[in-house]
């Protein structure tokens, strides 16, 4: 865990309860972004407001049957590779274990699979929050520990604690109420501060780099990177020249600290006016900060450029699945040099550069040195490697002896 997310748990803990600390992904990204303390009043009105929201969605008419006793159901809180894709990935091991599969979205996602059942009427009552803060509203932790109810009695009446669920995050407000003896998380992409500490008793991990991030006393991890490794890269054995560059944008998160953000805006900025460039921007960032740099392409997700290395680029980024998808599709990749914790390091490529300069010349002596791009590209081999347990069935063996 990052001393700041630490530090952080530990006020939460010492002003409200070890209850709100475990909560604190939904308080900490409610009161904190990547520039620093949203007020008190803004705090409270996300907080507030979200509560309604919640309530709006799992009060609202409709069927909503049990899923079957004997499925194993696929908990999803977001769309896109870290949550939809990466239990689709999954659902093909549970199938190869011969096991049938029920779907329990959040209902954002739509009707296309089941809802938890409404809570209970006990659960509508909010419990009596005490405590203070400097930063973080207090009304805003009543806001959220009440939804945090809301959604732990859906959730327990939907499924038996032991009826086995696959999450693809086990720290947010459905994955942390879906938590059961029969709770799997599937690891959905770079393990940052907040997968600290592991919450569901088993994870599926997609290497030993994860499993040593991951992995704890009562906590069984299971080595399946649930087919990645099994891609072709005969493609990016023989890297071509890049002929742009790609920075992997998050300037939405505040778990990396206040300063890579501005460090992006400003690398953005001095790389567009040395060669194309162009932004991958987050499911969760907003183009505006990037707003007025010329001669910058915004891209937004999907990105194209992640399946496919063409026309191919040199990706840069700090610490992203995204530059693994990139390394995956056959693009040269490097990261930025900086502090960071120790789970950012697995999705950080081992070479690393310090400034826009640094990336400029390593794109012209990859655009004309073969010889450098192999090499560049054999790094980029051994790290994927490193990644991955190349091997893929672990999640189904476990499943075929655990019904």
Avoid: N
Avoid at 35 to 57: E, F, H, I, N
Avoid at 127 to 147: D, E, N, Q
Avoid at 379 to 398: C, I, K, P, S, V
Wanted: hydrophobic share 45%; glycine share 8%; aromatic share 4%.
């Amino acid at each position: 865990m990052s001393d700041a997310i630490a530090a952080l748990t530990q006020e939460l803990a010492d002003a409200f309860g070890e209850e709100v600390a475990a909560a604190r992904h939904e308080i900490i990204y409610s009161a904190l972004t990547a520039q620093g303390w949203r007020s008190k009043p803004v705090q409270a009105l996300r907080g507030w407001a979200a509560l309604v929201r919640d309530l709006l969605w799992l009060l609202q008419p409709g069927p909503r049957p049990r899923p079957a006793r004997e499925a194993v159901v696929l908990v999803a809180s977001l769309a896109g590779p870290s949550g939809l894709g990466t239990l689709q990935r999954a659902e093909a091991a549970v199938r190869q274990a011969g096991r049938s599969t029920a779907w329990l979205l959040h209902p954002r996602l739509g009707r296309q699979g089941g809802w938890p059942l409404r809570p209970a009427l006990s659960a509508l009552r909010p419990r009596r929050i005490v405590g203070r803060h400097p930063k973080i509203a207090t009304s805003l932790v009543r806001a959220v520990m009440w939804r945090d109810q809301l959604w732990r009695s859906a959730l327990a009446r939907t499924l038996p604690t032991d009826q086995i669920r696959l999450v693809h995050c086990d720290f947010d407000l459905l994955g942390r109420a879906s938590l059961g003896t029969g709770a799997i998380a599937i690891q959905h992409g770079m393990p940052s501060p907040e997968f600290l500490p592991p919450r569901a008793p088993v994870q599926v991990v997609w290497g030993e780099t994860s499993r040593a991030v991951l992995g704890a006393p009562g906590i069984t991890t299971v080595l399946d990177d649930l087919g990645r490794s099994r891609a072709d890269r005969s493609h990016a054995l023989k890297p071509a020249p890049p002929q742009g560059i790609a920075l992997v944008s998050q300037t939405h998160t505040p778990v990396f600290g206040p300063g890579l953000a501005p460090r992006l805006i400003t690398l953005a900025q001095q790389l567009a006016r040395a060669a194309p460039t162009t932004v991958l921007l987050h499911p969760q960032e907003r183009a505006g900060v990037y707003h007025g740099i010329a001669d910058l392409e915004i891209s937004r997700p999907p990105h194209r450029c992640l399946a496919a290395a063409e026309p191919p680029l040199l990706v840069v980024g700090f610490s992203s699945t995204a530059l693994l998808d990139a390394a995956m599709a056959g693009h040269a990749v490097v990261g930025l040099d900086g502090a960071r914790p120790a789970t950012a390091e697995i999705g950080s490529p081992r070479l690393r550069v310090s400034d826009a300069a640094a990336v400029v010349r390593l794109f012209q002596h990859l655009r004309a040195d073969q010889a450098a791009r192999d090499a560049h590209a054999r790094a980029t081999e051994d790290w994927l490697r490193a990644t991955f347990a190349g091997a893929t069935g672990a999640l189904a063996a476990w499943l075929r002896q655990h019904r």
